[in-house]
Nanobody, 121 residues
């Protein structure tokens, strides 16, 4: 079992920044891939950024100029730095862990509870 706890969400004005964190505990060796997804109201959950145990990362093309994913393996913590936030970034952001480096949410058996990000003036 793996437990994931996200933090760092909140309300910001357009153009602002937030840094999300996700701490993983438990049998994390079985889940080398940790990733960020988000769910915008009325839409399906979508992948935002991926990372795996080999330090490979990937960010969805539309967000590459504003979002950065990083991982502190010593702390078992995944981060998502979000800059120049826009109202369309408003969503619940989820951390996920699993064995595969994948954009499919079905590939991740473990999920955090989610953290709300609201971008509004």
């Amino acid at each position: 079992q793996v437990q994931l706890v996200e933090s760092g969400g909140g309300s910001v004005q357009p153009g602002g920044s937030l840094k999300l964190s996700c701490v993983a505990t438990g049998d994390i060796k079985t889940t080398p891939s940790m990733s960020w997804f988000r769910q915008i109201p009325g839409k399906e959950r979508e992948g935002v950024a991926l990372s795996n145990g080999d330090r490979a990362t990937s960010i969805v093309d539309s967000l590459k100029d504003r979002f950065t994913i990083s991982k502190d393996s010593a702390k078992n913590t995944l981060y998502l730095q979000m800059n120049n936030l826009k109202p369309e970034d408003t969503a619940i952001y989820y951390c996920a862990a699993g064995p595969q480096f994948s954009w499919s949410s079905a590939s991740y058996p473990y999920w955090g509870q989610g953290t709300q990000v609201t971008v509004s003036s």
